[in-house]
């Protein structure tokens, strides 16, 4: 048994060792990347913008107790 799993970049389906890369199963960090940033504009799309209405919950967040939110 070979130990080796070559398997096809997601993106680019070039063929690559799996394990052979730290950003395995992708080919490149390059790849890796790209994928990374359709996640990222799905992301962008299903959101909707922010309204100021959106802020007006913020009135009953618990400043104080232990989940109080915490500000770089
Ligand atoms: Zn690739």
Same mark, same amino acid.
């Given at each position: 048994?070979s130990? @080796? =799993?070559? &398997?096809? !970049?997601?993106i !680019? @389906?070039?063929?690559s060792?799996f394990? =052979?890369?730290? &950003? +395995?199963p992708?080919?490149s960090? #390059? !790849? @890796?990347?790209?994928?990374? +940033?359709k996640?990222?504009?799905e992301?962008y799309?299903?959101?909707?913008?922010? #309204?100021?209405?959106?802020?007006?919950d913020?009135d009953d967040?618990d *400043?104080?107790g232990?989940?109080a939110? #915490?500000? *770089?």
């Open positions: 048994m130990e @080796k =799993a070559v &398997v096809p !970049c997601p !680019c @389906k070039q063929p060792e394990f =052979a890369e730290p &950003v +395995g992708f080919c960090n #390059r !790849c @890796k990347m790209v994928d990374f +940033g996640w990222m504009n992301e799309v299903i959101s909707e913008p922010l #309204r100021p209405d959106h802020f007006e913020l967040l *400043m104080e232990p989940n939110p #915490r500000y *770089m």
